[in-house]
């Protein structure tokens, strides 16, 4: 494969307003793909729907309808409005034959004269991704941990700046966590700039908030999207991004969270430059 993010999240046209492709299993995160990377694919879909390169992915909005497995499966988009600066489109993926999928409403827009200013505060001092450790360290001998999945062995590196991995015994304080992440093969366009849908795979990864908060726990859980908010800010310009997250509430069985995404230049040294900013809702789940 040429990219792995770019080739998954290809689309082609099967009718008007209809698309088809094919998510690869690589990309499943027990069982089923990353919900970011399913968005991604709704929001090629509607960027070719549209044929505005003038006009951007500002935010979208997707809602976690039904599960969508790894194969082949189907775009429906709809143009809500084409506008000179702002056009609003919506999209569903469901694989092939079912009846619902992930919807996702997208924005998209020009440039406008405005204000400009950053009034969120990035997470402080934290060291260069190289001097983190990588979730694709060994454990200490002997601890039990899930097997290691492509997504996270292969595709996409995550290294802690702040936080615990699950073996290690802590005190838990607050519901917030402070992560590099990197593309394997980083999906860069012409411009050299990071493709902003690789943005939403990387927002799409909030429960890591909890899991700090909560500490290690012989009940495992994992956390499914009820729904994912993504506003595309500005250019990333290096391969690494620093990811903010929190969770600000957890209760009947549901969390609501968020994440910033910080460009902090390829060694992690520059002046950070917040790129996306992202909120979640989802749910608890746990294995017996």
Same mark, same amino acid.
């Given at each position: 494969?040429?990219?792995?993010?770019?080739?998954?999240?290809?689309?082609?046209?099967?009718? +008007?307003?209809?698309?088809? /492709?094919?998510?690869?299993?690589?990309?499943?995160?027990? =069982?089923? +793909?990353?919900?970011?990377?399913?968005?991604?694919?709704? &929001?090629?879909?509607?960027?070719?729907?549209?044929?505005?390169?003038?006009?951007?992915?500002?935010?979208?909005?997707?809602?976690?309808?039904?599960?969508?497995?790894?194969? $082949?499966?189907?775009?429906?988009?709809?143009?809500?409005?084409?506008?000179?600066?702002?056009? %609003?489109?919506?999209?569903?993926?469901?694989?092939?034959?079912?009846?619902?999928? %992930?919807?996702?409403?997208?924005?998209?827009?020009?440039?406008? $004269?405005?204000?400009?200013?950053?009034?969120?505060?990035?997470?402080?001092?934290?060291?260069?991704?190289?001097?983190?450790?990588?979730?694709?360290?060994?454990?200490? =001998?002997?601890?039990?941990?899930? =097997? +290691?999945? +492509?997504?996270?062995?292969?595709?996409?590196?995550?290294?802690?700046?702040?936080? %615990?991995?699950?073996?290690? =015994?802590?005190? $838990?304080?607050?519901?917030?966590?402070?992560?590099?992440?990197?593309?394997?093969?980083?999906?860069?366009?012409?411009? /050299?700039? &990071?493709?902003?849908?690789?943005?939403?795979?990387?927002?799409?990864?909030?429960?890591?908030?909890?899991?700090?908060?909560?500490?290690?726990?012989?009940?495992?859980?994992?956390?499914?999207?009820?729904?994912?908010?993504?506003?595309? &800010?500005?250019?990333?310009?290096?391969?690494?991004?620093?990811?903010?997250?929190?969770?600000?509430?957890?209760?009947?069985?549901?969390?609501?969270?968020?994440?910033?995404?910080?460009?902090?230049?390829?060694?992690?040294?520059?002046?950070?430059?917040?790129?996306?900013?992202?909120?979640?809702?989802?749910?608890?789940?746990?294995?017996?």
């Amino acid at each position: 494969m040429a990219n792995p993010f770019l080739d998954t999240t290809a689309v082609r046209a099967s009718g +008007p307003g209809r698309y088809i /492709g094919t998510i690869d299993g690589v990309w499943n995160l027990n =069982p089923l +793909p990353q919900g970011g990377v399913v968005t991604a694919l709704a &929001l090629r879909a509607m960027g070719q729907e549209l044929g505005d390169p003038t006009q951007p992915i500002r935010t979208l909005h997707t809602t976690f309808v039904t599960q969508v497995a790894d194969g $082949p499966v189907a775009i429906e988009v709809e143009l809500l409005r084409r506008g000179r600066s702002m056009s %609003h489109l919506r999209a569903e993926v469901a694989n092939l034959g079912a009846a619902r999928g %992930h919807l996702t409403t997208g924005i998209f827009g020009s440039a406008r $004269p405005g204000f400009a200013f950053t009034d969120l505060e990035p997470p402080g001092v934290i060291p260069p991704p190289l001097d983190c450790p990588s979730f694709r360290d060994s454990p200490p =001998p002997g601890t039990e941990v899930f =097997p +290691p999945m +492509p997504f996270w062995d292969r595709l996409v590196e995550g290294r802690s700046a702040w936080g %615990h991995p699950p073996w290690e =015994p802590y005190v $838990p304080e607050r519901a917030e966590r402070v992560m590099w992440y990197r593309f394997d093969r980083a999906p860069l366009l012409d411009d /050299g700039t &990071l493709d902003p849908l690789a943005l939403v795979v990387l927002a799409d990864t909030m429960p890591g908030a909890v899991s700090e908060k909560v500490g290690p726990s012989d009940r495992r859980w994992f956390a499914p999207s009820v729904d994912l908010t993504v506003h595309l &800010l500005d250019h990333c310009r290096s391969s690494w991004v620093l990811a903010h997250n929190r969770c600000r509430f957890a209760g009947d069985g549901y969390a609501s969270a968020d994440m910033a995404l910080w460009d902090c230049g390829e060694e992690g040294s520059d002046p950070p430059r917040l790129v996306a900013y992202a909120t979640q809702l989802f749910v608890f789940s746990f294995l017996s």
